[in-house]
């Protein structure tokens, strides 16, 4: 079964790029489920994240906030 991975985002920003980028390669080689949320879609994770994103958060495990490498994307998606 996939582990799921919650990928917090808005539109125009740089470092998110580069995170959907490394979730992308890592979809290819593991068993996970990336979702999407953009952060500017509802006040609540609006509140939440505005200041922390690009936020990844790991089914089971971490919450991931900047910098994120992809070494940390891999170890906790194999946590």
Do not use: N
Not at 4 to 23: H, M, Q, S, W
Not at 62 to 75: D, E, F, G, H, V
Request: glycine share 6%.
């Amino acid at each position: 079964m996939a582990k799921l991975v919650t990928f917090y985002t808005r539109p125009g920003c740089a470092l998110c790029d580069d995170v959907r980028e490394d979730l992308r390669l890592l979809e290819a080689e593991r068993d996970i489920d990336v979702r999407e949320m953009d952060i500017t879609s509802g006040p609540d994770l609006l509140t939440r994240f505005e200041h922390l994103i690009p936020v990844v958060d790991v089914e089971g495990g971490a919450l991931l906030t900047p910098p994120i490498s992809l070494y940390q994307l891999r170890k906790a998606i194999e946590s």
